[in-house]
């Protein structure tokens, strides 16, 4: 007659070898995995080909849904920034793979990167005219503002980078409702300060030249609508075109900002953009953008708007609460209070 409890214990010892090697094959697959991440990043510059390459490769091999995990797993181990490009290869690997019809597969995480290109990448293809057909496509898209914004950058990128073609191009993008950054015109004036989209060209060689003399070119020359969603873009152009030759980028980005008109839209526009992107230069630390704002605002209302954004970018993002922001007026009291009242009740 068998032993039960030898032939149990023989089964358990197996149980037991089974998920040892499970463990040690699962270990090594994921350190495999995490170390790969390192060829799509190189001295703080995404190397765009080889991502590309990756992604494909991916698709290919896993399927569609496996690059997609991959491509957030790798975002969320480099800087916000580097995750933004790095996005943006995704888009162009899915319109490689499946032209229009890889819109369905983006996501919006890190800055809706992948939209923007993609979007862009088939008004480019397809030309101008496809950008009525993109609009019903980003309509019906849970990310309508990230589509828009990709048929921005297409527009212009069609047309070319002179001034004639960013007024032509925003009179495509249409309704008022997409005077937003994220909307169409707003990606029409990023392609303009920032031309070519991503691509292997270094991002210094793609920057819209700076000239002190005229700092706010060419916002206050755009169609009324788009001045506000220009001014907010400033900061992004700015941070890009002086990380390099300022002493202190943000204080001078602030002195900038402070020639506007005190009580201004477009002052308030300026510092959210401060907030907004200075949010994303710091890699998504509260501590340093709040430090960051504090040197561009002389103003309370100023440093209100610019935490305010990154505020609210942060919370979309799934990250810190107003609270932690409000901190620049103070670790206590109501001016931090009324901070987080104010966050609280924007829309």
């Known amino acids: ?41 190189a001295d703080g510059q995404v190397l765009y080909d080889v991502a590309i390459a990756n992604w494909s490769k991916i698709i290919s091999d896993r399927g569609v849904y496996d690059a997609t995990r991959e491509a957030i797993r790798v975002g969320n181990s480099i800087s916000e920034n580097e995750a933004h490009t790095l996005m943006h290869s995704f888009g162009e690997a899915l319109y490689q793979e499946f ?14 990167g992948c939209y923007n290109q993609i979007v862009a990448n088939v008004i480019i293809g397809k030309g101008i005219a496809s950008a009525d057909e993109l609009k019903q496509i980003c309509g019906a898209n849970q990310n309508v503002r990230g589509c828009a914004h990709g048929i921005g950058h297409g527009l212009l990128a069609s047309m070319g980078h002179s001034i004639d073609d960013l007024h032509s191009a925003l009179s495509f993008c249409g309704t008022s409702d997409e005077v937003v950054q994220t909307g169409c015109g707003g990606g029409v004036i990023m392609e303009y300060n920032v031309r070519g989209l991503h691509s292997s060209t270094p991002q210094e ?29 400033l900061p992004h152009w700015w941070y890009l075109s002086l990380q390099n030759s300022s002493d202190d980028v943000f204080m001078e980005i602030g002195h900038y900002c402070r020639e506007l008109d005190l009580k201004s839209d477009v002052r308030k526009s300026c510092f959210k953009g401060v907030g907004y992107y200075g949010l994303q230069f710091a890699d998504m630390d509260v501590s340093q953008t709040v430090q960051n704002c504090k040197k561009a605002a002389a103003e309370p209302e100023d ?21 932690a922001f409000c901190s620049a007026f103070g670790p206590y009291g109501d001016a931090r209070d009324t901070c987080i009242r104010r966050i609280q009740e924007l829309p």
């Open 99 to 112: 032209g229009e019809k890889g819109i369905s597969y983006c996501m919006s995480d890190f800055a809706t």
């Open 303 to 323: 440093l209100f708007w610019c935490i305010s954004t990154a505020s609210k970018r942060s919370t979309e993002e799934g990250q810190d609460a107003p609270d």
């Open 205 to 233: 060689d793609r920057i819209r030249k700076f000239d002190p003399k005229h700092p706010f070119d060419p916002c206050f020359t755009v169609d009324e609508r788009y001045v506000r969603v220009c001014v907010y873009l």
């Open 1 to 41: 007659m068998p032993n039960d409890s030898r032939y149990s214990g023989k089964t358990k010892f197996l149980i037991f070898t089974l998920v040892g090697i499970g463990v040690i094959v699962g270990a090594y697959v994921f350190f495999a995995i995490s170390k790969q991440s390192v060829e799509y990043v």
